[in-house]
Each structure stands twice: as C-alpha cells, then as structure tokens.
C-alpha cells in the first residue's frame, strides 16, 4: 500500500486549490477510506475529510463542511480534496491516509504514508 499527497501551493484568502492522493496497492473491492488530514505548524495533526472508495460515503470535519469536497477516482486511483473559500487558517501540511477500520467516519485507524503537501493561504 502506498499513497502520496500532491498539488499544494500558495493562494489566496478566499480562492481555491485542489490537493491529490494517489493510491496503491488497493483493490476495488477493498473495504477501505481514504482520509485527508492536517498539521500546522505546532499544532497537532486533525482529520479533514475521508471518503470509502467502495460506495463513496463521506465524512468532514465541522471546520471545513461546506467549504472542501472530497471525491474519488477509482479508474485514476486518485482522491482529491477540492478547498474553496480557504482561509489563512487552513494553512498546513496536508497528508492522505487509509482506514480500514469501521469507524473510519470519526477518523479511527488511520495509517499515513508520505511527507504530504503543503498548502499555504495568505491573507
């Protein structure tokens, strides 16, 4: 299993970025989520939002409903977090992870791989 986060940079209070995880190693039929997380600088790492690849249920942190979508492409083996709206304080290292833990929805049984992708927001 492997997973790798990428496409972070540099926007904007208010504007938009996408940030992508590819996977591997996983089937179709895998009973398995794909999350997305994130760590400021001296702050402690908090879940984003996940999604299962097999049905496509979803789950987000109250701080980012409305605002992040998080999808899936099973054929590209490809998540993506879409960030509208972002604000200074989404600033930080985002990181991609898989459950396959049943409670995957409140973040349990996350294992992460990779040094994930740095999105910044200036004000």
């Known amino acids: 299993v492997q997973l790798q986060a990428f496409g972070g940079g540099l926007v904007q209070a208010g504007g938009s970025l996408r940030v992508s995880c590819a996977v591997s190693?996983?089937?179709?039929?895998?009973?398995?989520?794909i999350g997305w997380f994130r760590q400021a600088p001296g702050q402690e790492r908090g879940f984003v939002a996940a999604?299962?690849?097999?049905?496509?249920?979803?789950s987000y942190a109250d701080s980012v409903k409305g605002r992040f979508t998080i999808s899936r492409d099973n054929a590209k083996n490809t998540v993506y977090l879409q960030m509208n709206g972002l604000k200074p304080e989404d600033t930080a290292v985002y990181y991609c992870?898989?459950?396959?833990?049943?409670?995957?929805?409140?973040?349990?049984?996350?294992?992460?791989w990779g040094q994930g992708t740095l999105v910044t927001v200036s004000s």
């Open positions: 992870a898989y459950s396959q833990n049943v409670n995957w929805r409140m973040a349990v049984g996350f294992n992460f």
């Open positions: 190693g996983f089937t179709l039929e895998d009973d398995v989520a």
């Open positions: 999604i299962h690849r097999s049905d496509g249920a979803t």
